[in-house]
Nanobody, 125 residues
Framework: QVQLVESGGGLVQAGGSLRLSCAASGRTLSSYTMGWFRQTPGKEREFVAGITWNGGRLNYDGSAKGRFTISRDNVKNTVYLQMNSLKPEDTAVYHC??????????????????WGQGTQVTVSS
């Protein structure tokens, strides 16, 4: 079993940038496809970005494409989400997730096995 801890959230003005990190412990990160989801009150958790175990495949939600970049460092057991050109509608709690399906990136949250507690991102206009 893997434990995930996110960091890097905060308050930023529209147009600014943040880099989120997700540190894994308990098992090596290379055992998992990794992803980022976000959630706002009253809404379901939505897929933002995913990366397969070796970085060979990436997938982004349309709202993130061109602005966000997911990456991973399996030696450091950490996954990152670089977020640029942030908009107020990006405001949410961002969760890191791990899936044992190493070669695919599934966008529905029910397909993912492990979750971090989340980090708040707030973008002011």
């Amino acid at each position: 079993q893997v434990q995930l801890v996110e960091s890097g959230g905060g308050l930023v003005q529209a147009g600014g940038s943040l880099r989120l990190s997700c540190a894994a412990s308990g098992r090596t990160l290379s055992s998992y496809t990794m992803g980022w989801f976000r959630q706002t009150p009253g809404k379901e958790r939505e897929f933002v970005a995913g990366i397969t175990w070796n970085g060979g495949r990436l997938n982004y939600d349309g709202s993130a494409k061109g602005r966000f970049t997911i990456s991973r460092d399996n030696v450091k057991n950490t996954v990152y989400l670089q977020m640029n050109s942030l908009k107020p509608e990006d405001t949410a709690v961002y969760h890191c997730a791990a899936s044992t399906i190493r070669y695919l990136i599934l966008i529905h949250s029910s397909a993912w096995d492990y979750w971090g507690q989340g980090t708040q991102v707030t973008v002011s206009s």
